[in-house]
T-cell receptor, first 110, second 119 residues
Framework: NAGVTQTPKFRVLKTGQSMTLLCAQDMNHEYMYWYRQDPGMGLRLIHYSVGEGTTAKGEVPDGYNVSRLKKQNFLLGLESAAPSQTSVYFC?????????FGPGTRLTVL | AQSVTQLGSHVSVSEGALVLLRCNYSSSVPPYLFWYVQYPNQGLQLLLKYTTGATLVKGINGFEAEFKKSETSFHLTKPSAHMSDAAEYFCAVSDRDQMTTDSWGKLQFGAGTQVVVTP
């Protein structure tokens, strides 16, 4: 039982490049979330999903897109990366009362 | 909208001393309350949570927190700090009014408190 896994762990992009972050969970959770973590700002919700085929915007959705084609996977896409998207990205999946977090992806945009 | 305030971005405690981390929320309706811990280069791990019932909540690793409605607070404590408690701690809230299928678990996080434990 791996819990929540994230791929890749580290990535460096140039401004304007695109990439996809993958989140996978093996706990059969309906709810999944993408956050970004920046110093002094805690975690901020980017997008979330309450089930396969559904997505919704969080607090800071601009510049990101998501897809939940399979229940166990939640993908976060950056179509045209900007330096302001340099951050640590965390995925979480949830039961009704607990969120389980992945180990994070450290992204640097030059 | 909810807001969460953690007093003190950095706290230094001696090994064996009391750990006290402060969290206040802004809401006319008491929310669900959570404390998470983040060890270096890792994700967040749930320490404890308050949803209903007893206002003194016990969590993992000897931590506990007390919900005080009159003070809109949910402070985290541990009687005796250990070197392994060095980490960043986040308070988070979730509106009770949002506890529906479509919006469950939308957490609002505080900015975090970095705890340093000195020998």
């Amino acid at each position: 039982n791996a819990g929540v896994t994230q791929t890749p762990k580290f990535r460096v992009l140039k401004t304007g490049q695109s990439m996809t972050l993958l989140c996978a969970q093996d706990m059969n959770h309906e709810y999944m979330y993408w956050y970004r973590q920046d110093p002094g700002m805690g975690l901020r919700l980017i997008h979330y999903s309450v089930g396969e085929g559904t997505t919704a915007k969080g607090e800071v959705p601009d510049g990101y897109n998501v897809s939940r084609l399979k229940k166990q996977n939640f993908l976060l896409g950056l179509e045209s990366a900007a330096p302001s998207q340099t951050s640590v990205y965390f995925c979480a999946s949830a039961t009704r009362d607990t969120q389980y977090f992945g180990p994070g992806t450290r992204l640097t945009v030059l | 909208a909810q807001s969460v305030t953690q007093l003190g971005s950095h706290v230094s405690v001696s090994e064996g001393a009391l750990v006290l981390l402060r969290c206040n929320y802004s809401s006319s309706v008491p929310p669900y309350l959570f404390w998470y811990v983040q060890y270096p280069n890792q994700g967040l791990q749930l320490l404890l949570k308050y949803t209903t019932g007893a206002t003194l909540v016990k969590g993992i690793n000897g931590f506990e927190a007390e919900f005080k409605k009159s003070e809109t607070s949910f402070h985290l404590t541990k009687p005796s700090a250990h070197m392994s408690d060095a980490a960043e701690y986040f308070c988070a809230v979730s509106d009770r009014d949002q506890m529906t299928t479509d919006s469950w678990g939308k957490l609002q996080f505080g900015a975090g408190t970095q705890v340093v434990v000195t020998p």
